[in-house]
């Protein structure tokens, strides 16, 4: 196992793992879950507001979600209700009869051309099987690019490694040694690794 070498807790920071240098900066947004993809970033803060970047700043995009992903298939979200929503043209427009997880699921993910649960197709939102992967996580990231990450229930950031077209699965977990224990939610793009603490402290990791 690679360990870091940092001192994470200014901004920003180098962290040493292995051959790989990691330069983190805290990003001074309050929000408590953020996904990136297709070159752009969204978060929702504790009041369920909506914020996307632009630039060095922050914008509110109207309407409450308690969780947003963006993508290649867009910006779609959930709200406290469960209903899942897309934003169109700057508003959030409901999806009737969207049945794309199963309701014991509490994270969609839009990295992919189209939202990858299984055996999904254009025709068939709600797939048509899902594969047990062994592992235990408290939530789980898929980048544009195709790379999964995860994070544990005592705060590890874990990385799926061997994932490919004919392998989508991958091959194993591998840990990540970053802010080890303190991780509450990952998201990843275009090489910038995006971690929101337990202390809801966000940094942007160049990867």
Request: glycine share 12%; net charge neutral.
């Amino acid at each position: 196992m690679r360990h870091v070498s940092s001192h994470c807790s200014a901004s920003p920071c180098l962290a040493l793992s292995g051959n790989f240098m990691l330069r983190c900066r805290n990003v001074p947004v309050a929000l408590v879950q953020i996904d990136a993809g297709a070159g752009q970033v969204f978060g929702v803060d504790r009041n369920n507001n909506i914020y996307t970047q632009y630039g060095e700043s922050w914008v509110q995009v109207p309407g409450r979600l308690k969780q947003v992903t963006v993508g290649p298939a867009g910006v779609w979200g959930v709200n406290n209700r469960g209903v899942v929503f897309k934003l169109v043209a700057g508003h959030l427009v409901f999806v009737p009869g969207f049945n794309f997880v199963p309701t014991y699921l509490k994270q969609i993910d839009a990295g992919g051309a189209e939202f990858v649960a299984g055996g999904v197709s254009p025709n068939a939102c709600a797939g048509d099987n899902w594969q047990h992967i062994p592992g235990y996580l408290s939530m789980i990231e898929v980048g544009t690019d195709g790379s999964v990450f995860g994070v544990t229930s005592r705060g590890n950031i874990l990385h799926r490694d061997g994932i490919s077209k004919d392998l989508p699965e991958g091959i194993r977990w591998r840990h990540v040694p970053l802010y080890s224990g303190q991780v509450k939610q990952v998201s990843y793009d275009l090489g910038h690794l995006w971690i929101i603490l337990k202390n809801d402290l966000i940094y942007d990791c160049i990867v």
